[in-house]
T-cell receptor, first 112, second 114 residues
Framework: QKEVEQNSGPLSVPEGAIASLNCTYSDRGSQSFFWYRQYSGKSPELIMFIYSNGDKEDGRFTAQLNKASQYVSLLIRDSQPSDSATYLCAASNAGNNRKLIWGLGTSLAVNP | DAGITQSPRHKVTETGTPVTLRCHQTENHRYMYWYRQDPGHGLRLIHYSYGVKDTDKGEVSDGYSVSRSKTEDFLLTLESATSSQTSVYFC?????????????FGSGTRLTVV
């Protein structure tokens, strides 16, 4: 069974702090990894993708990938109350009809 | 969301009735997916399509059928709705460079079966 696992949270951080969200995956054939943000009552929206080992930065967001450890993380710097949402991690194996394997999500609360 | 729309946005239906949800895209993408999302279960794949008239089952396909007669439309039918099918349903499309773009989701349909 191919799985993506995330801590459900809630993860609570003060405004201005760094939020660290983690994800592990079981399928070593996974090639691309995605972080989606989902506000309550809304659809998921893509915020980061990564497919090479190491760090990838985009504004306040940094995605980190370690394929040897099968570990993906998302760092949010200078967290804002507007970052309060559920963050979904997903993994892709390109040969799988592009089906993504989804984690259950981590709920993040940024407190003013 | 730009390029993908779902209808209806909300629906209340009675147990035992058939229900059809529509997903329409203007991106001309080949791959389309139907998910349901429930607390504690996350996103679960119902059916997906990899081209016109080409569809396959996901992990929770029982009680659901799909059709794709045109690239732009992917229909999900609940053949005889049950209370366990009360959920939020999302349609998603996959861009050709999925490794860089992942999925784009529609706004969702909130379905209540009473």
């Amino acid at each position: 069974q191919k799985e993506v696992e995330q801590n459900s949270g809630p993860l609570s951080v003060p405004e201005g702090a760094i939020a660290s969200l983690n994800c592990t995956y079981s399928d070593r054939g996974s090639q691309s990894f995605f972080w989606y943000r989902q506000y309550s009552g809304k659809s998921p929206e893509l915020i980061m993708f990564i497919y090479s080992n190491g760090d990838k930065e985009d504004g306040r967001f940094t995605a980190q990938l370690n394929k040897a450890s099968q570990y993906v993380s998302l760092l949010i710097r200078d967290s804002q109350p507007s970052d309060s949402a559920t963050y979904l991690c997903a993994a892709s194996n390109a040969g799988n009809n592009r089906k993504l394997i989804w984690g259950l999500g981590t709920s993040l609360a940024v407190n003013p | 969301d730009a390029g993908i729309t779902q209808s209806p946005r909300h629906k209340v239906t009675e147990t035992g009735t058939p229900v059809t949800l529509r997903c329409h895209q203007t991106e001309n993408h080949r791959y389309m997916y139907w998910y349901r999302q429930d607390p504690g279960h996350g996103l679960r794949l119902i059916h997906y399509s990899y081209g016109v008239k080409d569809t396959d089952k996901g992990e929770v396909s029982d009680g659901y059928s799909v059709s794709r007669s045109k690239t732009e439309d992917f229909l999900l039918t609940l053949e005889s709705a049950t209370s366990s099918q009360t959920s939020v349903y999302f349609c998603a499309i996959s861009a050709p460079r999925q490794d860089q773009h992942g999925y784009t989701f529609g706004s969702g349909t909130r379905l209540t079966v009473v």
